[in-house]
T-cell receptor
Framework: GESVGLHLPTLSVQEGDNSIINCAYSNSASDYFIWYKQESGKGPQFIIDIRSNMDKRQGQRVTVLLNKTVKHLSLQIAATQPGDSAVYFCAETVWARNDMRFGAGTRLTVKP | EAQVTQNPRYLITVTGKKLTVTCSQNMNHEYMSWYRQDPGLGLRQIYYSMNVEVTDKGDVPEGYKVSRKEKRNFPLILESPSPNQTSLYFC???FGAGPGELFFGEGSRLTVL
């Protein structure tokens, strides 16, 4: 079946560097994508979303890029801080449905 | 404070002993959903509800039941738990019937012996 996946299960970066977390999706019908952050012992928290009519969306220190041609999604975190250490999930769905599918997650570790 | 509250947060039980994990949200959200989280598998949807008295199966509904008698509550019922239901469970809600930002509870870690 179709699924959401991630390229790397772990990512380690130096404090102050930029981080890039990647996500591949296989359902070409998906038109809405969200990135979530999950800190240890907590539930996932919304970071940023993007619809398929956009290629890029920026938030505070975060940018999501969507490449529909290769079905690829990425989350860029600028000037990564220790508080950014967490597991990051991408999720996809078709806007008219309610079955948001999550990837397995990438663990980001920020070294001081 | 806007939140999704799950109880219990931790539970160890034995095979076959019925249990209920409660979920309550105070944001007047229409949509509520249950997920289980297992290592390497991410979050998988068990059941969801688009409004009161409306529930639908997600990807992994076997062995679970839900009900939505009130807008704020969406309990997850395990009639006869088995060890393969040992997992971390999350309840989530969102404002509209369509997709959007999901607000998650803190999670309920269930162990079935």
């Amino acid at each position: 079946g179709e699924s959401v996946g991630l390229h790397l299960p772990t990512l380690s970066v130096q404090e102050g560097d930029n981080s890039i977390i990647n996500c591949a999706y296989s359902n070409s019908a998906s038109d809405y994508f969200i990135w979530y952050k999950q800190e240890s012992g907590k539930g996932p928290q919304f970071i940023i979303d993007i619809r398929s009519n956009m290629d890029k969306r920026q938030g505070q220190r975060v940018t999501v890029l969507l490449n529909k041609t290769v079905k690829h999604l990425s989350l860029q975190i600028a000037a990564t801080q220790p508080g950014d250490s967490a597991v990051y999930f991408c999720a996809e769905t078709v806007w008219a449905r309610n079955d948001m599918r999550f990837g397995a997650g990438t663990r980001l570790t920020v070294k001081p | 404070e806007a939140q999704v509250t799950q109880n219990p947060r931790y539970l160890i039980t034995v095979t076959g002993k019925k249990l209920t994990v409660t979920c309550s949200q105070n944001m007047n959200h229409e949509y509520m959903s249950w997920y289980r989280q297992d290592p390497g598998l991410g979050l998988r949807q068990i059941y969801y509800s688009m409004n009161v008295e409306v529930t639908d199966k997600g990807d992994v509904p076997e062995g679970y039941k839900v009900s939505r008698k009130e807008k704020r509550n969406f309990p997850l019922i395990l009639e006869s738990p088995s060890p393969n239901q040992t997992s971390l469970y999350f309840c989530a809600s969102s404002f509209g019937a369509g997709p959007g930002e999901l607000f998650f509870g803190e999670g309920s870690r269930l162990t079935v012996l």
